[in-house]
């Protein structure tokens, strides 16, 4: 088995550190000199491996929407029945390893960071869009031409009880904020209110 290289094991230190400093902080007002403090290594491995704070920050975003979307993969392959892989999105979409509060100050910022960074925009809107393409092709043989719009609610309801998890100042609740992305699931599927 080859063996793996420093530069890996480095760069991943650093995107963990990364993620932690920010939870800390709870903002972007970190520097490379903490992160690296944080990993374990000198600022300077740091800008060699990645070049800049917002290099480092993206990073970060990449690692953390690769292990949500490994989430709503493996959530997706033990369910059958369209409406059982739209509650595993749901579930998936709050599940323990995104619902910890240093991965929510980091998913707050990255909003933030999305409106003034190109990259940043697009890899939201990635997030976005693969979201939007979930839920709309488990929607779609449930609801027809209603799911279009039934995703892009779901979508905004998830993303939107994220968020206000994450401003929260107690500890985040993905038990009740699933549940309330559920009751939707249920009034959409139903076709009226409950």
Do not use: C
Request: glycine content about 8%.
């Amino acid at each position: 088995m080859p063996k793996l290289g420093m530069e890996p094991i480095r760069r991943a230190a650093l995107v963990k550190a990364t993620i932690d400093e920010i939870g800390a902080v709870g903002n972007l007002d970190v520097t490379v000199s903490n992160i690296a403090k944080r990993a374990g290594m000198s600022s300077a491995l740091a800008h060699h491996y990645f070049g800049g704070k917002d290099q480092i920050f993206l990073a970060a975003m990449r690692h953390t929407l690769g292990i949500y979307a490994s989430e709503v993969r493996t959530a997706l392959e033990q369910s059958s029945g369209h409406r059982a892989r739209l509650e595993a999105i749901i579930h998936a979409s709050f599940g323990s390893t995104n619902f910890q509060p240093a991965v929510i100050a980091a998913w707050l910022n990255f909003y933030v960071l999305a409106q003034t960074s190109p990259e940043a925009h697009r890899l939201l809107r990635i997030y976005q869009r693969r979201l939007r393409s979930n839920l709309m092709h488990d929607l779609r043989p449930l609801i027809g031409t209603a799911a279009k719009g039934a995703a892009e609610r779901l979508a905004g309801l998830i993303d939107g009880l994220y968020l206000r998890q994450g401003l929260a100042r107690n500890a985040p609740d993905d038990t009740d904020a699933a549940a309330q992305v559920l009751a939707l699931l249920r009034m959409e599927l139903e076709g009226r209110p409950q």
